[in-house]
């Protein structure tokens, strides 16, 4: 069975600041892709960033980027230069090979302060 | 720009009536999923679809909730009758179904209230 740990129910980062969200995943499958959806005030859940598990690169998306660490098995989000529009719900997933499926972790709410 | 479309937005009705949620998913996308979000449980997946048939209903109260596909632009979730409890965000999301690196394409959900 897969699993999503987000451990950071909420941050808080001021305007043009860097921050991080955590994101620890727990699989015994080798080929496995992780995801990073962004849930505004207004509901829709946007897709920022995907890494593959045999990605060498870490993924990177404008300002979002993927910090992946196969070995701890942690695939943080890292936005830099926050905006106020980034003020949202983050949600991180996976899904494993042969799976269509998602699995979601519990999400980290992000306040972006002026 | 293409995107899934939900209707309906809002639901609210009362207990024991019947709830019918459409989807049309982004054209050529051939999988389709039906996640349900709350606070208490999060994102869970209900049911998904690939080419028109369901692979994984595994999440759904099979007693009430019914999930289907009449065609390949269309994808519906039923609830016979509504209680209460399923008062809740009811996403769909379309994807192309190619493999790990399959990206989900979530619709605006639809936010059910039973009363």
């Known amino acids: 069975a897969q699993k999503i740990t987000q451990t950071q129910p909420g941050m808080f980062v001021q305007e043009k600041e860097a921050v991080t969200l955590d994101c620890t995943y727990d699989?015994?499958?080798?080929?496995?892709?992780l995801f990073w959806y962004k849930q505004p005030s207004s509901g829709e859940m946007i897709f920022l960033i995907y890494?593959?598990?045999?990605?060498?690169q870490n993924a990177t998306e404008g300002r979002y980027s993927l910090n992946f660490q196969k070995a701890r098995k942690s695939a943080n989000l890292v936005i830099s230069a926050s905006q106020l529009g980034d003020s949202a719900m983050y949600f991180c997933?996976?899904?494993?090979?042969?799976?269509?499926?998602?699995?979601f972790g519990k999400g980290t709410m992000l306040l972006v302060s002026p | 720009d293409a995107r899934v479309t939900q209707t309906p937005r809002h639901k609210v009705t009362e207990m024991g009536q019947e709830v019918t949620m459409r989807c049309q998913p982004i054209?050529?996308?051939?999988?389709v999923f039906w996640y349900r979000q709350t606070m208490m449980q999060g994102l869970e997946l209900l049911a998904y679809?690939?080419?028109?048939?369901?692979?994984?209903d595994s999440g759904m109260p099979k007693d009430r909730f019914s999930a289907e596909m009449p065609d390949a632009t269309l994808a519906t979730l039923k609830i016979q009758p509504s209680e209460p409890r399923d008062s809740a965000v009811y996403f769909c999301?379309?994807?192309?179904?190619?493999?790990?690196?399959?990206?989900?394409?979530f619709g605006p959900g639809t936010r059910l209230t039973v009363l």
């Open positions: 999301a379309s994807g192309l179904g190619r493999g790990r690196g399959d990206t989900q394409y």
């Open positions: 699989t015994s499958d080798q080929s496995y892709g």
């Open positions: 890494q593959g598990s045999y990605d060498e």
């Open positions: 997933a996976m899904r494993v090979s042969g799976y269509s499926t998602l699995t």
């Open positions: 054209l050529g996308h051939n999988t």
């Open positions: 679809f690939r080419n028109r048939a369901p692979l994984d």
